[in-house]
Nanobody, 126 residues
Framework: QVQLVESGGGLVQAGDSLRLSCAAS??????????MAWFRQAPGKEREFVAG????????NYADSVRGRFAISRDNAKNMLYLQISSLKAEDTAVYYC?????????????????WGQGTQVTVSS
């Protein structure tokens, strides 16, 4: 299993930048081999994939709706996952979840994530 804890959310203004963090803890897997991702869920809507990253951090995958403004990264030495968000829009308002894929080898397939954090709220005012 992988324990995931998100942080960095809050109330911000449209146009601002924000960095979300996810701290991962595992005694079963090697963190650098786990595919990681960010998802988000707005009120009344389904949870949607935002961005994914391979264990090495060499390859990333972004949803079309966020490409160009969002940047996913990781620091395997610190067991950390990050999401840098630029030019925030009201439509970015959602609960953002950190996720891990312990089984599977494709970052291009947005399904298959089997570990989830509790989420961090991002609210963008305009």
């Amino acid at each position: 299993q992988v324990q995931l804890v998100e942080s960095g959310g809050g109330l911000v203004q449209a146009g601002d930048s924000l960095r979300l963090s996810c701290a991962a803890s595992t005694r079963t897997f090697i963190f650098s081999t786990i595919i990681m991702a960010w998802f988000r869920q707005a009120p009344g809507k389904e949870r949607e994939f935002v961005a994914g990253i391979t264990g090495s951090g060499f390859t990333t995958n972004y949803a079309d709706s966020v490409r160009g403004r969002f940047a996913i990264s990781r620091d395997n030495a610190k067991n950390m996952l990050y999401l840098q968000i630029s030019s925030l829009k009201a439509e970015d308002t959602a609960v953002y979840y950190c996720a891990a894929k312990t089984t599977g080898h494709s970052v291009h397939y947005t399904g298959g994530y089997d570990n989830w954090g509790q989420g961090t709220q991002v609210t963008v005012s305009s």
